[in-house]
């Protein structure tokens, strides 16, 4: 999966995370996240430079220190309108199964970390087969979606996350 972006679904001002398959007919995943998400998803994005780590930079950091790797990301059910996901790590340079974890996460929480640390994103297919949709996929404009973003971020600084 590709993420392509946030936007603010209106009239409700909600953040919506867009995800699309990297295929020939690519099926999207429309995905409501928290304002404080798609902010945190927006910074990395706009490389905006907050004078601390802010949450999902110190989990990439406590990841790595603890001697993982996050190799994975995947989205994979939605029970009662709530998407679920996992964490897929991996001992850092070492593929032994037997010491590979995964942890139960929020979507926009696995997205922030992948997109920070470079890690895949996948959907399984079941999910995609229940709520992924072709319609308009292939319309969605990066440079639209970027200047949405934009927009979402302006009103928004990292000192709003420091506590």
């Known amino acids: 999966m590709e993420l392509m972006g946030v936007q603010v679904e209106l009239p409700s001002n909600t953040p919506v995370m867009l995800l699309q398959e990297l295929t020939a007919s690519p099926r999207t ?88 640390l470079d890690a895949p994103i996948y959907a399984s297919e079941e999910l995609l087969s229940e709520v992924g949709f072709v319609e308009g996929a292939e319309a969605a404009d990066p440079d639209e979606v970027v200047e949405e973003f934009r927009e979402f971020i302006q009103n928004v600084s990292p000192d709003d996350f420091d506590s």
Do not use: K, Q, W, Y
């Open 29 to 116: 995943l429309s995905i409501f996240i928290g304002g404080p998400e798609a902010a945190a998803i927006a910074f990395h994005l706009e490389n905006v430079e907050a004078p601390r780590p802010l949450t999902h930079d110190l989990m990439g950091l406590i990841i790595g220190e603890m001697g993982f790797c996050l190799e994975r990301i995947v989205i994979n059910a939605l029970r009662d309108t709530t998407f679920f996901a996992e964490l897929h790590l991996l001992p850092d340079g070492d593929e032994d199964e037997a010491e590979s974890r995964v942890i139960s996460a929020r979507p926009s929480d696995a997205v922030a970390l992948a997109i920070r």
